[in-house]
Every structure is written in C-alpha cells, then in structure tokens.
C-alpha cells in the first residue's frame, strides 16, 4: 500500500462516482454485447455442480435450509455455469445473452488491497455459435469490453476533471506462452507486471492450460472455460484475463476473467487432466456431455475492481463494504485510505 496517500475523492463524492460507474458502465456492456439482464441467485443448491470452485480449492460458504429437510446450499463464488444453464432455458440465439449483478462470499481469499472476502461483479454470458469457438471471436469480444471500460473512463472524467483517462488507445492480447518464454524466471504475476506497465492494457489468453515448463499461469476450474485453441494456431487459450497497469498501486490489476466454455469434448479432457473425472454424473456436467447445453462465451467484471481504478483508489475497501483484519484497518488508518 501507498505510504503517502490522499485519495482525489472525497467519501461522499466516492459514494455518488460508485453510482455513475455502475450505472454507465452495464448499460454501456448491455449495449455493446446484446446483453439482457436478469436476477441472479445469491446460493445454489450443493451437489448438483452448479457452483464454480474458481481454482478448485476455494471453500464455498454453506448452510444448510430446516425447511427443506436440512438441504445443502452454497454461497456462490460465480455464476459461470448458472448463466449458461440460464441462457439455455432462455432459449437465446447466438449473438444474445444476458449480465446480471453477483454478489459472492469467498471465505478463503488471502486478503490485500485488491482481494476481499465480498465479491461483487458484472457476470455475462452471450450464446456462440459453435464455429465462433476461436481465439478470433473471443479477442473480438476483448475489444468491445474494453471499449466500454475507455467509455466509462472517459464519461467519469467528463465530470470529474481531477480523474485524468490513463487508459491506452486498444489494448494487447497476449498468449501465456509468450509471456512465458518473455519472462521465464519470473512468476506470473511478475509477467502480467511487466506486460501491463509496458502496454497499459492486456489480455492474457490461455489461464489453465500447461505452459512450456508444464506450469500453468493461474489456476482455472476445468469444467467452464475451455483453455486449448481449437484456431489451428498452436497455442493454449480460448480464455482470459483483462489486465490494466494501476499506477496508484504499483502493480497489475485484474478486471475482467472471460473464455469460451467447454464443449462436451473439452470437458472430459479437461475433467481427465484434473483428475475430476467424478463430476461427469453431477447435474450440470451431464447435461453438458449430452450436448443439452448452449455453446457460449461469458466472463465476470469486478465492480469493486473497477470503480477502484477508475478512482484512482489505494485499496478495494474504498469501494465496497467488506470486514478486514485489525492490523489493515490500523494500517490503512495511519496511511490515510478511508475504508469504507
């Protein structure tokens, strides 16, 4: 954190610049993708598959329901496979989908000033058609979030004149790959910093599937995005992160996670390399290997994320509620970051 802090916004104005983003931001994403939106669920049902457990060792916070029999729920931790169960009772056609607001609980996250135990985010999900399953079509899509983040920024500035547009012109995919056999003894998040101070804005493509040393660049559960190219061009990825220098902060700032999900086929490959084999017979992954379920692309956008940056923030808890331990509220205090 900033030894030296004093953030533009004042506590009020922040509060009433959350709204503006929020506001702008999904109508501008609606707009671009052909978005619906609809209500998401705060918890699932347990054992049915239908919660995501991000890089697989997340703990979903649970309870159990009296009145239905003692059933298991759980606090999701994303709605990756809701949506697109979603957009399949919707019956959409390609080219349509839907956002709603995901609000999560992630017990285990090892809190900074970017990582909270709240979770808010833009979850997206857009019906494909199956020849679009291209590392082509998703950076397509890359671009035109990426057009409403410049969007966002520009319109806050229009009234915020200290909020000064750092964002570059387009921004630069890159494959992990590459960025591997650019930084190899550096760890990933040591690359995404080099990348992102370089280039302003990136898109990591590839999060999941095995680097040239047999590494990953970030964990991915496997039963939503697909992480091997099917474009012919020998590189992992049809997934990954929007990445954007933080110039407060000092370092990389992930906004946005997206991919293509799995076809029937990528996900046994992918359960198989996982070692996840089990969950063919849970709800969703069944219906999905019997080929029931809409082929799309989706992604989340941290809120809480955004807002931070587009402010120009120090910590996330500037932007949102959550609780936090003594020692960062002590220290927050002393650098001057009013957690809200």
């Not at 039963?223 to 990825?237: C, F, L, M, P, R």
């Not at 941290?302 to 949102?320: D, N, P, V, W, Y």
Request: net charge negative; glycine share 8%.
């Amino acid at each position: 954190m900033l030894r030296h802090y004093k953030p533009i916004l004042s506590v009020h104005e922040t509060e009433h610049a959350i709204v503006q983003i929020k506001d702008f931001f999904q109508i501008a994403l609606s707009t671009e993708l052909n978005l619906t939106r609809v209500t998401a669920p705060l918890f699932v049902p347990s054992g049915l598959g239908i919660n995501d457990d991000l890089n697989g060792v997340e703990r979903p916070v649970s309870f159990t329901v009296p009145a239905m029999d003692d059933r298991k729920m759980e606090i999701v931790q994303s709605l990756a496979k809701w949506k697109r169960l979603k957009v399949t009772e919707m019956g959409l056609k390609p080219g349509f989908g839907i956002y709603t607001d995901m609000n999560a609980i992630r017990s285990d996250e090892e809190l900074d000033e970017v990582h909270s135990l709240y979770v808010d985010q833009w979850d997206w999900e857009l019906a494909i058609d199956p020849r679009d399953r291209t590392v082509f079509f998703l950076l397509d899509i890359v671009k035109k979030i990426y057009r409403c983040l410049k969007r966002t920024e520009f319109y806050l500035y229009d009234r915020y004149s200290s909020l000064k547009p750092v964002l570059p012109d387009d921004i630069k995919m890159i494959y992990s790959d590459d960025l591997y056999n650019a930084f190899p003894k550096l760890s990933p998040r040591e690359r995404e910093n080099m990348a992102a101070k370089k280039h302003g804005a990136i898109f990591v493509c590839g999060i999941g599937g095995k680097l040239p040393d047999g590494t990953i660049h970030d964990g991915r559960a496997p039963d939503y995005d697909d992480w091997i190219s099917e474009a012919g061009d020998g590189h992992v990825g049809l997934n990954g992160d929007i990445i954007v220098w933080d110039d407060k902060i000092g370092r990389s700032l992930e906004l946005s996670s997206m991919g293509i999900r799995v076809s029937p086929e990528s996900l046994r490959r992918q359960l198989s390399e996982r070692g996840c084999t089990g969950r063919e017979n849970l709800s969703f992954h069944s219906r999905l290997l019997n080929d029931e379920l809409t082929q799309t692309l989706g992604g989340g956008i941290g809120q809480s994320r955004l807002c931070m940056f587009l402010l120009k923030k120090a910590h996330i808890g500037e932007t949102q509620v959550s609780v936090w331990p003594d020692a960062v509220k002590t220290e927050c205090q002393k650098r001057g970051i009013p957690l809200l």
